[in-house]
């Protein structure tokens, strides 16, 4: 939601696992301003950040997220 500037209702309707994939592809070649800046500034990601998102899919079996 921060990344895109939509709001939770767009991003529940608007994005699937291949968009997210697709996202994240082109995010590491041109990352967003604000990872940019924190990185300049010296924040780093967790270590164990996942990046698969079938799993994410699998917690929520109804399709719905509450």
Not at 51 to 57: A, E, I, M, Q
Request: hydrophobic residues 40%; aromatic residues 10%; contains cysteine.
């Amino acid at each position: 939601m921060i990344e895109l500037h939509w709001t939770r209702d767009q991003v529940l309707d608007q994005v699937d696992v291949p968009f997210l994939e697709d996202l994240h592809r082109a995010w590491a070649e041109c990352p967003p301003l604000r990872r940019l800046f924190a990185a300049y500034l010296g924040h780093k990601p967790p270590a164990k950040a996942s990046r698969n998102y079938h799993d994410l899919l699998a917690m929520f079996p109804t399709g719905t997220i509450k």
